[in-house]
């Protein structure tokens, strides 16, 4: 063994074997170990994603404590055979679990899991709250086994390329090295024999060749010392055999050609590289030979350009020149490394040329093995549908794929280097700071760790301007890094539309629902809770029958539940029940949800709950109702009030003549009593059909409170306590006095009949502002004012029964004794708040009392209009001419006789042309004209429009028994024109007047 390593060859082949064999283990134990490393990373980034899958699908499982459930789960997920086992816990305790058996199959497992596996565990949760946690369990068996499998391959493959080349390299040293060295050994071995005849050849100006001259030298000193009697052509023809005998010997094809490129002679190495014998290959020049040489681009090369032409040329070697040898014989192409060196004569002329040729074949194809595995790598990194960049340690874009020009729209050109991306892709210099400081903390720190660079979200500016979020990963190759730019934008878009769809369900304003296609309750809205008062903990898992009512029949469901499950939609109203166990009107529609495949897999049903609706359609039906009475009513009310208004004329006149008669004229002022009475009902059924006559006006109703309680407790005995609380008194509203003053007028005189036959009776009147909130103006659409005054009338008397109090504002209807009341005191109330665009609210309780409390909007006004006491003076004219215009002869002719028993001249008109005709003729003499609202040929405000254009300064005063101004289209002409409702005083009729002809 000693004397085996002796030999230089052995000990350098040693050498170089054990260097590769390192080399290749090393280096395919560092891919391996980053190979390794990476999947492994994969794996824990694939188990976290299984993880959270888990802990999102088991929710409902976990809460609803549905075991087969959580199984079928887990089941379903350990299908995967990377998986080991999945455990499920519920409150710190095993809930469910699965593990693999020796065999690799899946058996049930306890919390007791133990081994090298890669475990990641996740909390589940529900509303924010922990229920729960599962964690899974995988093994890297699988993994590392294909892991080895490649690498066993790899290594291989690199074994065989570094033993390849290091053939190489030996016959190269045995060429270069070796082969000198054991010719100098032979010559210096002769030298110590007393044999002198022998001479180094030297090639090459190395060391060798340097010791080669050295023993030259030292070979011609003894020879001319020792034997000097040998001739030069001796020596020469010693010299020529030794060279074509180290030739002949040397481990390179050599070829040796004369002045004429022609061959010489050539070694075996030279005969079996060319493919050739020894008489084809002699005497052949660079221009008859059987070979052809090619450039290392594989284009053929001019004679003028191989190696013994180029140093006859240019006198200078060819040193290491690869070429490739194209045969005649059709042999595969050869690449060598090819050198020529000039020998030159004693004329300092070249005389030969000695050509050697190392074959190099098996290099040049791991070379383009190298070549074409970068080649593969650019092209699959050009096919990656991601954006990737390859940045060198200086900064400098080598490369980017086609989608990063796509996405980001910059060419190479425009990037040369990172520099120009800071610039580009981040144009605002705050932000290109931050990116620019974030980016080189995360380079640092997986620099400092030898990872990859975490991604990290960034708005990127692209060429045409537009801005995308883009998450930017790294992974350093070297010193180099290849940066992977994911394009986020289309998924942030997407996350932010899926959470608008998620908003718009949770906040719907209808209930929504969503089962399973065995109508199991999987998720719900808030607003089916507020309608259903179920809460998600108590339907979910549940089956919508929790809302079944007994308003629908069997027949009902099973129709509904036909058309779901062929995949129509079904619509339809019907009752269900809350969890209170109230039952509530609902419109619903169930739709099918299908999968790609055109199955059902889930039903969405979306409930309006129509109790307002109903409620409203009941106002609706009862404002019709009020509105069919209303139209009776002011049917009847212009005929039925000028017969009151002939009657109380007439009566008028009866007690002037009857003035002596004292029983006469009070059996005459009763019977006026009871005809102003009618028209006070006729008055009320009006004000409630909202068809009474209305002036409005501002009101100070502090000052209207206080007058009306005044007036009030004169007439309610002293033991009833009768008290006013007024809370604020600057508040102004806008209504008809009157009508107020009725209201104020009937709330209280009900008050005092409820509070009869209690002890210690009362009756408070109180004034506040209010502030409506939003549950008063959901129950009172039809205001719209952002303050209102609240005026309450409170008893403590009988109170009314819950059955009567949806019918007390009904016309007609009344709980009291007959005589006692007329059933219209409330209705009037009614239709003479809403009219004034409020509301009435009422509370009551039987044996407690009632309160009432009506709401008018507040008016922001300075300007009042007080309360005025009603006078009965009669006002006596001064035989000013007045126009009386009426269709009924009745009220005609005994307004004129009242009239004229006042003090005034008087021209009577049968319609409103007649008026006007009549106005033409004596329009100077006329000071007042009145006007009956209804009459046929021209109606009153028509009769007035043409006395207005006579005389736009003409006095009128319309008589009409019921508001028929407001179906007129020109009612807005004649709103300020003073009015006075049949049957009227005759006192009033005469104040009017009076007041009139003096303004």
Same mark, same amino acid.
């Given at each position: 063994?000693?004397?085996?390593?002796?030999?230089?060859?052995?000990?350098?082949?040693?050498?170089?074997?054990?260097?590769?064999?390192?080399?290749?283990?090393?280096?395919?134990?560092?891919?391996?170990?980053?190979?390794?490393?990476?999947?492994?990373?994969?794996?824990?980034?694939?188990?976290?994603?299984?993880?959270?899958?888990?802990?999102?699908?088991?929710?409902?499982?976990?809460?609803?404590?549905?075991?087969?459930?959580?199984?079928?789960?887990?089941?379903?997920?350990?299908?995967?055979?990377?998986?080991?086992?999945?455990?499920?816990?519920?409150?710190?305790?095993?809930?469910?679990?699965?593990?693999?058996?020796?065999?690799?199959?899946?058996?049930?497992?306890?919390?007791?899991?133990?081994?090298?596996?890669?475990?990641?565990?996740?909390?589940?949760?529900?509303?924010?709250?922990?229920?729960?946690?599962?964690?899974?369990?995988?093994?890297?068996?699988?993994?590392?086994?294909?892991?080895?499998?490649?690498?066993?391959?790899?290594?291989?493959?690199?074994?065989?390329?570094?033993?390849?080349?290091?053939?190489?390299?030996?016959?190269?040293?045995?060429?270069?090295?070796?082969?000198?060295?054991?010719?100098?050994?032979?010559?210096?071995?002769?030298?110590?024999?007393?044999?002198?005849?022998?001479?180094?050849?030297?090639?090459?100006?190395?060391?060798?060749?340097?010791?080669?001259?050295?023993?030259?030298?030292?070979?011609?000193?003894?020879?001319?010392?020792?034997?000097?009697?040998?001739?030069?052509?001796?020596?020469?023809?010693?010299?020529?055999?030794?060279?074509?005998?180290?030739?002949?010997? /040397?481990?390179?094809?050599?070829?040796?050609?004369?002045?004429?490129?022609?061959?010489?002679?050539?070694?075996?190495?030279?005969?079996?590289?060319?493919?050739?014998?020894?008489?084809?290959?002699?005497?052949?020049?660079?221009?008859?030979?059987?070979?052809?040489?090619?450039?290392?681009?594989?284009?053929?090369?001019?004679?003028?350009?191989?190696?013994?032409?180029?140093?006859?040329?240019?006198?200078?070697?060819?040193?290491?020149?690869?070429?490739?040898?194209?045969?005649?014989?059709?042999?595969?192409?050869?690449?060598?490394?090819?050198?020529?060196?000039?020998?030159?004569?004693?004329?300092?002329?070249?005389?030969?040329?000695?050509?050697?040729?190392?074959?190099?074949?098996?290099?040049?194809?791991?070379?383009?093995?190298?070549?074409?595995?970068?080649?593969?790598?650019?092209?699959?990194?050009?096919?990656?549908?991601?954006?990737?960049?390859?940045?060198?340690?200086?900064?400098?874009?080598?490369?980017?794929?086609?989608?990063?020009?796509?996405?980001?729209?910059?060419?190479?050109?425009?990037?040369?280097?990172?520099?120009?991306?800071?610039?580009?892709?981040?144009?605002?210099?705050?932000?290109?700071?931050?990116?620019?400081?974030?980016?080189?903390?995360?380079?640092?720190?997986?620099?400092?760790?030898?990872?990859?660079?975490?991604?990290?979200?960034?708005?990127?500016?692209?060429?045409?301007?537009?801005?995308?979020?883009?998450?930017?990963?790294?992974?350093?190759?070297?010193?180099?890094?290849?940066?992977?730019?994911?394009?986020?934008?289309?998924?942030?878009?997407?996350?932010?539309?899926?959470?608008?769809?998620?908003?718009?369900?949770?906040?719907?304003?209808?209930?929504?629902?969503?089962?399973?296609?065995?109508?199991?309750?999987?998720?719900?809205?808030?607003?089916?809770?507020?309608?259903?008062?179920?809460?998600?903990?108590?339907?979910?898992?549940?089956?919508?029958?929790?809302?079944?009512?007994?308003?629908?029949?069997?027949?009902?469901?099973?129709?509904?539940?036909?058309?779901?499950?062929?995949?129509?939609?079904?619509?339809?109203?019907?009752?269900?029940?809350?969890?209170?166990?109230?039952?509530?009107?609902?419109?619903?529609?169930?739709?099918?949800?299908?999968?790609?495949?055109?199955?059902?897999?889930?039903?969405?049903?979306?409930?309006?709950?129509?109790?307002?609706?109903?409620?409203?359609?009941?106002?609706?039906?009862?404002?019709?109702?009020?509105?069919?009475?209303?139209?009776?009513?002011?049917?009847?009310?212009?005929?039925?009030?000028?017969?009151?208004?002939?009657?109380?004329?007439?009566?008028?006149?009866?007690?002037?003549?009857?003035?002596?008669?004292?029983?006469?004229?009070?059996?005459?002022?009763?019977?006026?009593?009871?005809?102003?009475?009618?028209?006070?009902?006729?008055?009320?059924?009006?004000?409630?059909?909202?068809?009474?006559?209305?002036?409005?006006?501002?009101?100070?109703?502090?000052?209207?409170?206080?007058?009306?309680?005044?007036?009030?407790?004169?007439?309610?005995?002293?033991?009833?306590?009768?008290?006013?609380?007024?809370?604020?008194?600057?508040?102004?509203?806008?209504?008809?006095?009157?009508?107020?003053?009725?209201?104020?007028?009937?709330?209280?005189?009900?008050?005092?009949?409820?509070?009869?036959?209690?002890?210690?009776?009362?009756?408070?009147?109180?004034?506040?502002?209010?502030?409506?909130?939003?549950?008063?103006?959901?129950?009172?659409?039809?205001?719209?004012?952002?303050?209102?005054?609240?005026?309450?009338?409170?008893?403590?008397?009988?109170?009314?029964?819950?059955?009567?109090?949806?019918?007390?504002?009904?016309?007609?209807?009344?709980?009291?004794?007959?005589?006692?009341?007329?059933?219209?005191?409330?209705?009037?109330?009614?239709?003479?708040?809403?009219?004034?665009?409020?509301?009435?609210? /009422?509370?009551?309780?039987?044996?407690?009392?009632?309160?009432?409390?009506?709401?008018?909007?507040?008016?922001?006004?300075?300007?009042?209009?007080?309360?005025?006491?009603?006078?009965?003076?009669?006002?006596?004219?001064?035989?000013?001419?007045?126009?009386?215009?009426?269709?009924?002869?009745?009220?005609?002719?005994?307004?004129?006789?009242?009239?004229?028993?006042?003090?005034?001249?008087?021209?009577?008109?049968?319609?409103?042309?007649?008026?006007?005709?009549?106005?033409?003729?004596?329009?100077?003499?006329?000071?007042?004209?009145?006007?009956?609202?209804?009459?046929?040929?021209?109606?009153?405000?028509?009769?007035?429009?043409?006395?207005?254009?006579?005389?736009?300064?003409?006095?009128?005063?319309?008589?009409?028994?019921?508001?028929?101004?407001?179906?007129?289209?020109?009612?807005?002409?004649?709103?300020?024109?003073?009015?006075?409702?049949?049957?009227?005083?005759?006192?009033?009729?005469?104040?009017?007047?009076?007041?009139?002809?003096?303004?």
């Amino acid at each position: 063994m000693p004397r085996f390593f002796n030999s230089i060859r052995i000990r350098i082949t040693v050498a170089l074997v054990s260097v590769v064999l390192a080399g290749v283990t090393s280096f395919e134990f560092y891919e391996y170990s980053s190979a390794k490393n990476e999947a492994i990373a994969e794996l824990n980034v694939e188990a976290e994603k299984k993880v959270y899958r888990l802990s999102e699908s088991l929710v409902v499982p976990l809460w609803e404590i549905d075991n087969v459930w959580a199984m079928r789960v887990i089941s379903n997920e350990i299908t995967d055979k990377a998986i080991y086992a999945i455990i499920v816990n519920a409150d710190g305790n095993l809930f469910v679990g699965k593990k693999r058996d020796e065999n690799w199959y899946p058996i049930s497992a306890m919390d007791d899991i133990k081994g090298d596996y890669i475990s990641v565990e996740r909390e589940i949760r529900r509303e924010g709250e922990e229920i729960g946690n599962v964690k899974i369990y995988m093994t890297k068996k699988f993994l590392l086994d294909e892991l080895q499998e490649a690498a066993l391959v790899e290594f291989s493959i690199a074994l065989l390329l570094g033993l390849a080349g290091l053939l190489v390299l030996s016959v190269m040293l045995n060429q270069m090295v070796i082969g000198p060295i054991q010719q100098m050994l032979k010559s210096t071995e002769a030298i110590a024999s007393g044999d002198y005849s022998g001479e180094i050849n030297v090639s090459q100006d190395d060391e060798i060749g340097q010791l080669g001259k050295s023993i030259n030298v030292m070979e011609q000193s003894i020879r001319m010392r020792e034997a000097e009697r040998d001739s030069a052509l001796a020596s020469a023809s010693e010299s020529e055999s030794k060279t074509r005998a180290l030739i002949e010997n /040397v481990h390179t094809a050599v070829l040796v050609r004369d002045r004429n490129t022609r061959v010489t002679t050539c070694n075996p190495l030279a005969q079996e590289l060319f493919g050739l014998s020894e008489d084809q290959i002699l005497g052949k020049s660079n221009f008859d030979q059987g070979w052809q040489f090619v450039d290392e681009q594989g284009l053929q090369m001019d004679s003028v350009d191989y190696p013994a032409s180029r140093v006859l040329r240019t006198g200078k070697p060819v040193r290491n020149a690869t070429l490739g040898i194209k045969g005649s014989n059709g042999q595969p192409l050869i690449w060598v490394l090819a050198n020529a060196e000039p020998v030159f004569d004693e004329k300092d002329e070249i005389s030969s040329v000695i050509v050697s040729f190392a074959d190099i074949s098996p290099l040049k194809v791991a070379e383009e093995a190298l070549k074409e595995g970068e080649r593969r790598f650019k092209k699959l990194v050009q096919l990656l549908p991601v954006p990737l960049a390859y940045v060198t340690k200086e900064g400098v874009f080598e490369f980017f794929n086609d989608r990063f020009v796509e996405t980001f729209g910059y060419t190479h050109e425009e990037l040369p280097t990172i520099e120009q991306w800071w610039e580009l892709a981040y144009p605002d210099a705050e932000y290109r700071k931050w990116v620019m400081a974030t980016w080189e903390a995360a380079s640092q720190k997986a620099s400092e760790k030898d990872e990859d660079i975490q991604p990290i979200e960034y708005n990127v500016t692209c060429k045409g301007g537009e801005v995308r979020t883009i998450e930017i990963s790294g992974v350093f190759i070297g010193d180099h890094l290849l940066a992977t730019l994911l394009d986020l934008t289309e998924r942030k878009q997407s996350e932010a539309k899926l959470q608008r769809f998620s908003q718009a369900l949770e906040q719907s304003g209808e209930a929504i629902m969503i089962t399973d296609a065995d109508g199991i309750i999987e998720h719900i809205n808030q607003a089916f809770t507020n309608i259903t008062g179920y809460s998600e903990e108590e339907a979910l898992g549940k089956n919508p029958r929790i809302l079944k009512s007994d308003q629908q029949d069997a027949r009902f469901f099973e129709r509904m539940w036909s058309t779901i499950e062929e995949g129509h939609v079904w619509q339809g109203k019907l009752v269900n029940r809350k969890k209170s166990g109230d039952l509530y009107p609902a419109m619903l529609s169930i739709s099918p949800i299908k999968n790609t495949v055109g199955e059902i897999t889930n039903f969405v049903s979306v409930q309006q709950n129509l109790e307002q609706f109903e409620a409203l359609e009941a106002q609706f039906h009862q404002a019709q109702k009020m509105e069919a009475i209303g139209t009776l009513v002011g049917g009847i009310a212009h005929d039925f009030n000028n017969a009151l208004a002939g009657i109380t004329g007439n009566l008028y006149l009866a007690k002037r003549k009857v003035a002596d008669l004292p029983d006469v004229v009070a059996r005459l002022e009763s019977v006026e009593k009871l005809s102003f009475r009618a028209a006070a009902t006729i008055q009320q059924l009006l004000a409630f059909s909202r068809k009474g006559i209305v002036k409005m006006a501002p009101i100070t109703i502090a000052a209207f409170l206080k007058e009306v309680v005044k007036l009030q407790q004169a007439t309610i005995p002293e033991n009833v306590t009768v008290l006013l609380e007024i809370e604020e008194s600057g508040m102004y509203v806008k209504g008809d006095v009157n009508q107020l003053q009725q209201v104020m007028m009937n709330l209280i005189n009900n008050a005092y009949d409820a509070v009869a036959g209690v002890d210690d009776p009362s009756i408070t009147i109180s004034l506040r502002k209010f502030l409506p909130d939003d549950r008063f103006l959901e129950g009172n659409s039809e205001l719209t004012a952002d303050e209102y005054v609240a005026i309450k009338v409170k008893d403590n008397g009988c109170g009314i029964e819950q059955e009567h109090l949806a019918k007390i504002f009904e016309p007609f209807f009344t709980t009291k004794d007959i005589g006692k009341g007329s059933g219209l005191g409330l209705s009037m109330v009614y239709g003479t708040v809403h009219s004034h665009g409020g509301t009435v609210n /009422v509370e009551s309780e039987p044996g407690v009392g009632s309160e009432f409390t009506f709401y008018l909007p507040v008016l922001e006004s300075d300007v009042a209009f007080e309360l005025a006491s009603e006078s009965g003076e009669i006002v006596m004219g001064n035989c000013e001419t007045i126009l009386f215009a009426d269709d009924n002869d009745t009220v005609l002719e005994t307004g004129r006789d009242v009239l004229e028993g006042l003090g005034y001249k008087v021209l009577v008109a049968t319609d409103g042309q007649e008026a006007i005709d009549e106005y033409r003729a004596h329009e100077h003499e006329i000071a007042l004209v009145i006007l009956d609202v209804v009459m046929p040929r021209k109606s009153g405000i028509q009769a007035l429009q043409g006395i207005r254009e006579i005389n736009p300064d003409a006095r009128v005063l319309f008589a009409t028994g019921y508001d028929k101004l407001s179906a007129l289209a020109d009612k807005e002409a004649i709103r300020e024109e003073a009015i006075i409702t049949k049957p009227f005083a005759v006192s009033k009729l005469s104040q009017m007047v009076k007041k009139l002809l003096e303004s």
